[in-house]
Structure formats: structure tokens, C-alpha cells
């Protein structure tokens, strides 16, 4: 009778230890759940500002080489492998959102500070007529605003820069002009550009 309450004591004692460890079970996996929930969340992606120039800046890099109509008495630097469209005394040349034409139109007399701004057409911003001096001479230039003609693509319109620079001589009128977006860093290219004209 000792033995058997002997071994119901210890029978019952092994229940109840495995009741407990099983309870403990329990509250001990919560803790891990809790603690994958409160796990730091995965960091969002920093986004960095693009760092570009602005459009219609010129590279560095560019080549410049001589460009000569057929016929006529001048010769012009322009940025090489740009795409050209012959004129009747010259030709444009355009990438992308900058361009440059040159061409000989009929003259009568020597273009003035006065009549150069007359031949801006209305609604152009003026910004500044001037006379300045170039390596091939002396030339009156006028620097304006206006709207570039709608992108075929797109239909977007952007507002750009003109410069444009007259010359004469012995009853010639050479006109160059040099246009890009409003905003662009040209200033050295416009000036390489400008600089090289010559009369031959």
C-alpha cells in the first residue's frame, strides 16, 4: 500500500511537472513573437537629387570646326556633328535645344544700333543692343527672348536666348545668331562661335 501511494505520488508529480513545462511553453514562445514584431522595419531607400546641368548647356568638350557657304565671303566656327540645313547664303546648325544660323541677306546699308532692334520682330523680349568688337570685326549685336516653336513630339514650348550679331563690310551683312534655353551656361561656346567669324 506504500508502494503503490509511493508511485501514484511520483506519477503525479512527473503529470504536474509536464503540465507546467507545457504552460511555460506557451508564454515563453510569446516573447519571440513579440520581439520579430518589434524587430526594426527595413530601412527605405535614401533618394538622391540628380545632379545634371541645365538643358541646353553645351559640353566642355565640344569641337569646333569651319564651316564656309559655297559662294559666299565668310567662314564661321560651329560645334562639329551638329545637324545642318543648308540656307540660300549659309546654313543652320541645331542639337538638341540649341542652334545656330548664319547667312548673308540683302544689305543697303551698314546695320545700326537703331535698325538692328527695329528688325526684331514684335512680342520678342529685348534684353540688350550693343556694339562689341569681335576677332573678325566689329559688329552690332542684339540679345532678345522668344518662344521656340512647339516640340514635334511633345508639343512642349520652351523659352530661349537669342544672340544675334550682325556684320558688315563693303556692302555685305553677314547675320549669326546663337540661341539655347534661357538658363544655360553658354556663354564661352557663344563667344567661340562668335569670335570666329572672318570675312574672306
Sequence with gaps: MDVRHSLTVAVCAAVAALAGACGQGGP??????????????TPAPVVHATESNPPGDIPDNTVFVAYRAPGQPYEVKVPEGWARTDLPTGASFTDKLNSVRVE?????????EASIRNEIPAGKEIRKVD?????GG???????RTDSPPDPVTGKVIRDEVE???????????????SGPVGADNVDPWRTISDSFQWK
Design 104 to 112: 548673308v541677306p540683302a544689305a543697303h546699308a551698314a546695320p545700326t
Design 131 to 135: 556694339t562689341v568688337s569681335r576677332k
Design 28 to 41: 515563453a514562445a510569446a516573447p519571440a513573437k513579440v520581439a520579430a514584431a518589434g524587430s526594426p522595419a
Design 164 to 178: 544675334r550679331y550682325e556684320f558688315y563690310r563693303d556692302g555685305h551683312v553677314a547675320v549669326l545668331a546663337l
Design 138 to 144: 566689329t559688329a552690332i549685336r542684339v540679345i532678345y
